[in-house]
């Protein structure tokens, strides 16, 4: 009898710790004006985010007053562009990114000089770089 009683009350925390989870998902409303400025690239679909999803980027969010305008931007850019993959493509991102990290550091840096190289031809060749401004004519 005694141990029945424990595991009754067990599973009953254990039922109210569960229940207690999405409890934790915030509304876009209830962020403060600085969770909402680092997190705007999400504003549209904050509200879907799981509370797991929505903690990890409070977290992320905590670092925003810190940073550079520049690397707010870059923060900003990457959740974006994060936002928009599949979940299929985040996959191919991650399992990307664990193979270029076993690669040793040297390599590493002559691999991103080339991709910040090829970004660069790309955007000098693009039609709105090649095109001249109406504007200042």
Not at 44 to 59: A, H, I
Not at 86 to 115: I, L, S
């Amino acid at each position: 009898m005694r141990l029945s009683r424990r595991l009754i009350s067990f599973a009953l925390a254990a039922l109210l710790a569960g229940a207690a989870l999405p409890a934790l998902a915030k509304s876009w409303a209830e962020l403060t004006p600085v969770q909402q400025e680092a997190l705007s690239p999400l504003s549209s679909e904050w509200d879907t985010l799981p509370p797991k999803k929505q903690r990890y980027y409070l977290d992320l969010a905590r670092s925003y007053p810190s940073l550079t305008p520049e690397k707010k931007q870059r923060m900003h850019d990457r959740l974006a562009y994060w936002s928009k993959l599949t979940p299929e493509q985040r996959e191919e991102a991650r399992r990307k990114y664990r193979a270029f990290k076993k690669v040793p550091p040297a390599t590493r840096e002559e691999v991103k000089k080339m991709v910040k190289e090829q970004e660069a031809r790309k955007a000098a060749s693009s039609p709105a770089a090649t095109q001249p401004d109406p504007s200042k004519h």
